[in-house]
């Protein structure tokens, strides 16, 4: 038994050497990929350095400084560490590490034969069999901890004066990294195996073509560029598949390069001076990301963060103290973090990974960020002079990525192919600013270019599985900012800048959950938000402008998609998209100086898409919970003064998009299908306002408006319950306060024009046949239009005007159709619109003042137009004592030849008082104009006839005198006084004969005319005119009538009537 153990010894000693010089030989193969970290522990911190032409000036002379050209690294303390465990990872390919001498098995796992002499050992019944032992080839079982951090650093080109003066003319340098290095490994079929954690930041540092004065000294930069590229990337890929714990990764990928280039600062009588100096640098990081937790536990999860972030100081001035500072020069930084390769449905994808069949595998954590903070193009003085960009001008730019769309498999799982992938893209920047106090300072020909993305959205699946496939992120496009503002105090500052900004988050997410529970749902907040101010010009004793020009884009999500069939809890889909632009530009404010600030500005905003959720036949599923918003607040283009001038004055053209359409479908589903939508889609414009105080103001501002929340909502909850139900609230806030004059000891002008045009929701439709509670819709669109437009108020002397036009147009909600039967509570519709309309529009207001308005509205909500409820100027009403001027006149009779004049009477109220009094008109005179409620005016008085001439002879062919009208009254009343007979006349020989005068008076208009008479011979007759009777010549006088005053004629109910119909018509009334 002795002598047999001994000999098995001998024999796998042997054997285990001539296996492990094997395994050396192929260990030494296996490592030739440089691309590949040869050990489990690869971390290092790599520093190339590179220092040119900097000079510092003395009172004894310029010194110029020593260059360095070379690299600082941590392999020298790394590599030892690295390599040993290298060694212990694989054991059979040294002898020096852990696990160095122990023997290996062949690749077959055969164990060795006993010695031939005693064969007949193994023939012993119950006695001792043969056994061995197979080494690994990595004990520490594929996982890798790799990390590399690259910071290069380049100093060129720079120069300070310190009490002595100093000036370098810029050269050209170039600094280039690059270091590639892919992670590859595998857990497959094993445990705690095959897991990779890794970091990869670019981090490049670049301080470049500054010059500084201090004490008297100068430094001035002349020329010249410098250019830096790093490049820190890997892939990683790895897989846990049919494995416990394996497979998993988790990687920072980080861009960050720091640029301070072309700056100028001075400090105690100082001068810098930074002229045509260009920079630029770029940092990548990173690799995709690929692995595999298929038929795991705790396998193939992934948690990867890429941060692409430029950190910019850049093309600034500063001087303090007595000082001189100026700069004109140019840079660019980009970065990149993260990378793809096609995935899912040939989409490049940033991860990929799996977890079906899985238990809480093939999971992904995925925030990504691209931001950028810069501050660029600043001119600051403090009792000095600043400038940038007045020979030439300054600009900045940036190109930032990280990140990617994130994908995963989560079917016949618990717990497996979830994806949490928030993405934010926010770009933080304060430039082209001039401000000063005690000074003098310029901002000018500033230009700023950014393009920055963060992922691009995802793909799971949680088919027959529990907790599983779902997706919950944010989409968050940011675009926070202030740039082309003026400002000073005891001074001047004058800032121009020109902007073009594209920010991306985010995009589309689809998922499924069919036949699954609580699986294939999805969370997303999507939302654009650019807050900025720009364009804007104030001073307080002093004078400051800024003016702006802007392109900006920014967009966050792309909707989302969920779909299942009988599902539990499954398929549903919750989303609150927010387009926000808060935004303030072209302003103009003073206080005992002078303000001017000038904009346009042309903006995107779009969050979030079209959204779709189906439960057809489950439980709890495909339903929508839908809160899109659409709010831009703008305060834009106007000016206020006290004590000065200000104007602000540009163009606004924003488009803003929250949601689409959302659809659902809950056929034979309980508690499925249903929609829960609350859009929020309006404006708050604040824009074109002139306020004074002492002093001159104008706003100018033309400004198109166009905002939209939601859409159509649509579903079905046939043959289900509780299912295809529609809840809404539909709102439309437009809060329009745009284009008033207000002055006091001052003047004020209000100047262009409003457009909004705004929409919340859409038409809503269901069905709920055969349902129980299903079909049913609960629909509350509600528009609220407070507008205050137009309005020129003065007072103390002030002159306030307003020009503008506004056309507001709203849409809340829309047509609302479901179908049912309504039994069981089905197919029922609650569709109830609210609008509430509240104008202050077009008024006059002048206190000791004048005011003026000259503006024109419309608003139109739900197709239906509304009108402002005030219509008559403040003080414009008619007077108490007035009577509206009648609006036609009565022509002249034509006479007849050779009659004699009729006598006088008076006028009707005449002077007369022996006349008899009429006691009342019997038609009530209004005017027509005003009383558009009355069919027709009456078009013939009563005729009366005047009495015969006694003893007048006949005239051949004439029987009798032609009669007049009487007076307006009744011509049966017998109380009427009559008239006194007239004396004969002579006979008239030959007369023809002559007609009746016209009976009929002219209506509304002008009088007809009559014709010419026959002559009379040589009677001159004339006939009267309207308001006289004709008078006869060499006739005694008639008796004359008294006619009535006009009694009880009140001009203050008709005024006060003609008021109550222009608020009716929207049409004023003044006195002639």
């Known amino acids: 038994m002795q002598s047999w153990a001994k000999r098995g010894l001998q024999t796998a000693l042997v054997t285990g050497g001539l296996l492990m010089l094997g395994t050396g030989i192929a260990s030494a193969d296996e490592h030739v990929n440089p691309d590949t970290p040869a050990s489990p522990l690869d971390a290092n911190v790599t520093v190339p350095i590179e220092i040119d032409n900097n000079a510092v000036g003395t009172p004894l002379g310029q010194a110029d400084l020593p260059g360095y050209k070379g690299e600082v690294s941590t392999k020298a303390v790394t590599k030892p560490v690295s390599d040993a465990l290298d060694s212990a990872s694989s054991p059979g390919g040294s002898t020096d590490g852990i696990g160095g001498g122990l023997p290996q098995l062949s690749s077959k796992g055969a164990v060795p034969a006993p010695l031939a002499a005693k064969d007949s050992a193994r023939q012993v019944s119950g006695g001792l069999t043969g056994g061995g032992f197979t080494t690994t080839d990595d004990i520490l079982k594929g996982n890798k901890v790799v990390g590399d951090v690259v910071v290069p650093i380049q100093i060129v080109?720079?120069?300070?004066?310190?009490?002595?003066?100093?000036?370098?003319?810029?050269?050209?340098?170039?600094?280039?990294?690059?270091?590639?290095?892919?992670?590859?490994?595998?857990?497959?079929?094993?445990?705690?195996?095959?897991?990779?954690?890794?970091?990869?930041?670019?981090?490049?540092?670049?301080?470049?073509?500054?010059?500084?004065?201090?004490?008297?000294?100068?430094?001035?930069?002349?020329?010249?560029?410098?250019?830096?590229?790093?490049?820190?990337?890997?892939?990683?890929?790895?897989?846990?598949e049919g494995s416990a714990l394996s497979g998993n990764v988790v990687a920072g990928q980080f861009a960050t390069p720091v640029q301070v280039t072309g700056n100028a600062a001075s400090w105690i009588i100082g001068n810098a001076n930074s002229s045509g100096y260009e920079a630029e640098t770029d940092a990548t990081s990173g690799g995709w990301v690929e692995t595999d937790g298929d038929d795991s536990a705790l396998g193939g999860n992934v948690g990867a963060v890429p941060i692409a972030l430029p950190v910019k100081f850049n093309d600034n001035a500063g001087a303090v103290h007595g000082s001189v500072a100026n700069s004109n020069s140019s840079s660019s930084a980009d970065a990149q973090a993260g990378d793809t390769t096609p995935g899912w449905s040939n989409v490049p994808s940033y991860v990929q990974t799996s977890g079906e069949d899985s238990a809480v595998a093939g999971n992904a954590i995925v925030p990504q960020t691209a931001d950028v903070a810069n501050v660029g193009g600043v001119a600051a003085s403090w009792v000095g002079l600043a400038n940038t960009g007045k020979d030439g001008g300054t600009s900045q730019s940036s190109v930032v990525d990280a990140g990617g769309f994130v994908s995963s498999e989560g079917e016949g799982s618990a717990g497996g192919g979830n994806i949490v992938d928030p993405a934010v893209a926010a770009p933080v920047e304060v430039t082209c600013i001039a401000g000063t106090y005690i000074g003098n300072v310029s901002s000018t020909s500033c230009e700023n270019t950014v393009d920055a993305n963060a992922g691009n959205g995802s793909h799971t699946t949680g088919d027959d599985s529990t907790l599983a496939g779902n997706v919950v992120n944010t989409q968050a496009a940011l675009a926070p900012e202030v740039y082309g503002v003026g400002?000073?105090?005891?001074?001047?500052?004058?800032?121009?800048?020109?902007?073009?900004?594209?920010?991306?988050?985010?995009?589309?997410?689809?998922?499924?959950?069919?036949?699954?529970?609580?699986?294939?749902?999805?969370?997303?907040?999507?939302?654009?938000?650019?807050?900025?101010?720009?364009?804007?010009?104030?001073?307080?004793?002093?004078?400051?402008?800024?003016?702006?020009?802007?392109?900006?884009?920014?967009?966050?999500?792309?909707?989302?998609?969920?779909?299942?069939?009988?599902?539990?809890?499954?398929?549903?889909?919750?989303?609150?998209?927010?387009?926000?632009?808060?935004?303030?530009?072209?302003?103009?404010?003073?206080?005992?100086?002078?303000?001017?600030?000038?904009?346009?500005g042309d903006t995107t905003s779009n969050?979030?898409?079209?959204?779709?959720?189906?439960?057809?036949?489950?439980?709890?599923?495909?339903?929508?919970?839908?809160?899109?918003?659409?709010?831009?607040?703008?305060?834009?283009?106007?000016?206020?003064?006290?004590?000065?001038?200000?104007?602000?004055?540009?163009?606004?053209?924003?488009?803003?998009?929250?949601?689409?359409?959302?659809?659902?479908?809950?056929?034979?589903?309980?508690?499925?299908?249903?929609?829960?939508?609350?859009?929020?889609?309006?404006?708050?414009?604040?824009?074109?306002?002139?306020?004074?105080?002492?002093?001159?103001?104008k706003g100018n501002s033309v400004s198109d408006v166009l905002s939209e929340a939601g859409g159509d909502a649509t579903t079905t909850g046939d043959n289900g319950a509780v299912a295809g139900n529609i809840i809404g609230a539909q709102a439309l806030p437009t809060v329009p306060v745009t284009h008033d004059a207000i002055a006091a000891a001052g003047i004020a002008t209000a100047e262009g024009s409003d457009t909004v045009d705004a929409a919340s929701g859409g038409d809503v439709e269901t069905s709920g046949l055969d349902g129980s509670l299903s079909g049913n819709i609960l629909d509350i669109p509600a528009a609220a239009d407070p507008e205050v437009f137009g309005d020129a108020i003065a007072a103390a002397g002030g002159v306030s005007e307003t020009n503008a036009d506004s056309m507001i147009t709203g849409q809340a909600g829309g047509d609302s159709i479901t179908d049912g039967s309504g039994e069981a509570l089905s197919g029922f519709n609650f569709h109830h619109p609210l609008v509430f309309v509240v104008p202050l529009n077009e008024l006059e207001i002048p206190i000791l003042a004048i005011a003026d308005e000259n503006s024109t509205d419309s608003t139109e909500i739900n197709d239906e137009e509304y009108t402002r409820a005030f219509t008559d100027s403040v003080g414009s009403e008619m007077p108490i004592d007035a009577l509206p001027a009648l609006p036609f006149?009565?022509?002249?009779?034509?006479?007849?030849?050779?009659?004699?004049?009729?006598?006088?009477?008076?006028?009707?109220?005449?002077?007369?008082?022996?006349?008899?009094?009429?006691?009342?008109?019997?038609?009530?005179?209004?005017?027509?104009?005003?009383?558009?409620?009355?069919?027709?005016?009456?078009?013939?008085?009563?005729?009366?006839?005047?009495?015969?001439?006694?003893?007048?002879?006949?005239?051949?062919?004439?029987?009798?005198?032609?009669?007049?009208?009487?007076?307006?009254?009744?011509?049966?009343?017998?109380?009427?006084?009559?008239?006194?007979?007239?004396?004969?006349?002579?006979?008239?020989?030959?007369?023809?004969?002559?007609?009746?005068?016209?009976?009929?008076?002219?209506?509304?208009?002008?009088?007809?005319t009559a014709g010419n008479l026959p002559a009379a011979g040589e009677l001159p007759v004339q006939l009267p005119t309207a308001g006289t009777l004709p008078v006869v010549n060499s006739t005694p006088a008639m008796p004359t009538a008294q006619v009535p005053a006009l009694a009880n004629v009140d001009s203050s109910p008709l005024s006060m009537f003609q008021r109550f119909i222009g608020t009716l018509t929207g049409k004023k009334f003044h006195t002639m």
């Open 157 to 240: 080109d720079n120069a300070i004066g310190v009490i002595g003066d100093a000036e370098v003319e810029g050269g050209t340098h170039d600094q280039t990294w690059s270091h590639n290095q892919d992670v590859e490994t595998t857990g497959e079929d094993s445990s705690l195996a095959g897991n990779v954690v890794s970091l990869d930041w670019a981090l490049p540092v670049q301080i470049a073509g500054n010059g500084g004065g201090l004490a008297g000294g100068t430094g001035r930069v002349v020329g010249g560029s410098a250019s830096q590229s790093t490049t820190e990337t890997g892939n990683i890929t790895t897989d846990g």
């Open 487 to 600: 400002g000073s105090h005891i001074g001047q500052a004058v800032a121009e800048a020109t902007e073009t900004k594209t920010v991306t988050a985010g995009g589309y997410d689809g998922t499924t959950g069919n036949d699954s529970s609580g699986s294939g749902n999805i969370v997303q907040v999507p939302a654009a938000v650019p807050a900025e101010v720009f364009g804007v010009g104030g001073s307080f004793i002093g004078q400051g402008s800024g003016s702006a020009d802007e392109t900006k884009v920014v967009s966050g999500g792309g909707g989302g998609n969920t779909a299942d069939d009988n599902g539990f809890l499954s398929s549903n889909l919750g989303t609150v998209p927010v387009s926000l632009p808060v935004q303030a530009f072209g302003i103009g404010g003073a206080f005992i100086g002078q303000g001017h600030g000038g904009a346009d």
């Open 607 to 697: 969050a979030g898409h079209d959204v779709h959720a189906t439960g057809d036949g489950g439980a709890g599923s495909g339903n929508l919970v839908y809160g899109p918003v659409s709010l831009p607040v703008q305060a834009h283009n106007f000016a206020a003064v006290l004590g000065g001038i200000a104007s602000g004055e540009g163009t606004n053209l924003t488009d803003s998009n929250a949601g689409g359409d959302a659809t659902a479908n809950g056929d034979e589903g309980a508690l499925a299908g249903n929609i829960v939508q609350t859009p929020i889609g309006g404006a708050v414009p604040v824009t074109g306002h002139g306020i004074a105080g002492a002093g001159i103001a």
């Open 889 to 1008: 006149g009565a022509p002249a009779v034509p006479s007849l030849n050779g009659a004699g004049a009729l006598p006088t009477t008076p006028a009707i109220g005449g002077a007369r008082a022996d006349g008899p009094q009429v006691g009342t008109l019997p038609v009530q005179v209004a005017g027509l104009t005003a009383l558009k409620q009355l069919g027709a005016i009456p078009t013939q008085l009563p005729k009366s006839d005047l009495p015969e001439l006694p003893g007048t002879p006949a005239l051949p062919g004439v029987p009798a005198l032609p009669k007049t009208p009487g007076l307006p009254g009744d011509a049966a009343r017998a109380d009427a006084p009559k008239l006194a007979q007239l004396p004969a006349l002579p006979a008239l020989n030959g007369l023809p004969t002559a007609g009746k005068l016209p009976v009929q008076l002219p209506t509304a208009g002008t009088l007809p």
